[in-house]
Structure formats: C-alpha cells, structure tokens
C-alpha cells in the first residue's frame, strides 16, 4: 500500500483529495495536514510513503514543508500539488526536494498515476511545469552539439536506462537523490523533452547512449 499523507490549507480540498486518493486499492490515506509546520510534524510523525504539498499555506510555506521533511525522511517523496506555476515556484520547489509538481486541474487519472510514480522515486511534472523548466534551463548554444550533456548527465541517464530510480541511481552514483533531479531537469531541458523514456530516445538518437541490445 502506497500511505500517503495530505498537506493543504483548505478543509475541502483536503479532504476532496485524500477521498479521491483513498478509494484506490493500492493506497491509503495516514494523515491530513492544513499548514507546513503540521505537515512535517505529522510527516515525521506518519512516515508516508508520499506527501501531496500544497505551496501556499500560512506560517511555513510548502517548500519550506518539503525541505525539512525531504532532509529528515529521505524515503518520504514529496508531491506538489499547487495552482501556481511561476518559474520561480516550480525551481523552489524541486531545489527543495520535490519529487513533482502538478497543478491543481490535473484530471484524477493522471494525479492518481502520479502518487504511483512518486512513490517510486520517479519525477512526475505536469506538461505546463515541464515547458517551463526547459525555458528556464536551455540556454543558446553558439553551435549545434552532438553531445549537450556533462559527464555525470550522461551517468545519471544511463542509470536511467537500466530502470534504475532515482533513489536507486543516487545509491549507485553516491549523491544525493534531489542532486539526481536536478542532473535530470538539465537533461530534459537540454535534450528538448519532458520525461525519461524521451530523454533516453534523444540520447539514443543522438549517439549518446548505446541503442538497446538486440537479439
């Protein structure tokens, strides 16, 4: 069972997401929380699998939530869940240790998905969040590269294509998993894409990476 815990400032919200989330088979709702200071008391007190953060709340804010509880419980992902889209949010946000950012008008199958793949350390960005990233990040290059990326992008996603997540990779490659995000946000913005598989595809395409083996 995926336990996940609720963090928003708005009773009917709160309780609209975690009915939503608790009817799956695969998850249960710990805990419910109506500002930061809560949700990370609770948090530690839970040990969810998933926290689903709200930014703004009174007294600490979501991000300041999401980085005491990702320094405190590594194993606990943070998922936030949010109205606000500003460049400056969603970066605070995953330099916090956020392991996604959705917006509030995700349909249910897609947040429902997206708790699954927090869950399993895997970076979840709603599609208007990702094309910001990759504005913020992609940065004009004076010629065309063949290869874009650093050497420890292009470790962090050969680890990737092994299947390995992030937490996986971060053990592997000895840095931290919000360090893995952040070498993946790059990737994503360099290789023009906004999930994994793609940016293994560009790599691939791209000679980067070996194509797959064939028998």
């Known amino acids: 069972m995926i336990r996940v815990l ?3 400032d708005h009773p009917i919200v709160r309780s609209g997401l975690a009915g939503l989330l608790d009817v799956e ?7 419910e929380a109506g500002d930061g200071e809560e949700a990370v008391a609770r948090a530690t007190a839970l040990r969810p699998d998933v926290v689903l953060m709200d930014l703004r709340m009174p007294g600490l804010d979501g991000v300041g939530a999401t980085r005491r509880i990702t320094a405190a419980l590594p194993q606990t992902r943070v998922l936030v869940l949010t109205t606000y889209d500003t460049d400056d949010d969603i970066v605070h946000a995953v330099e916090a240790g956020a392991t996604g950012y959705l917006l509030k008008d995700t ?3 897609v947040l ?3 708790v699954r793949s ?3 350390g895997e970076t979840v960005l709603a599609p208007p969040v990702a094309a910001r990233l990759v504005s913020r990040l992609r940065t004009p290059a004076p010629a065309p590269l063949v290869n874009p990326l650093t050497p420890r992008e292009v470790e962090v996603l050969r680890a ?3 299947g390995l997540s992030n937490a996986e990779i971060g053990r592997s490659l000895f840095i931290g998993e919000a360090t893995v995000k952040t070498h993946l946000l ?3 913005a360099k290789l023009g894409v906004d999930d994994r598989t793609r940016a293994v595809t560009a790599a691939m395409e791209l000679g980067i990476l070996p194509p797959p083996a064939t028998r």
């Not at 088979?25 to 805990?31: A, L, P, R, Y």
């Open 25 to 31: 088979t695969d998850m249960t709702i710990v805990g």
């Open 118 to 120: 927090a869950a399993r």
């Open 112 to 114: 429902v998905d997206a």
């Open 6 to 8: 609720v963090a928003d």
């Open 107 to 109: 349909p249910r199958p």
């Open 186 to 188: 790059r990737v994503f």
């Open 160 to 162: 990737v294509a092994r």
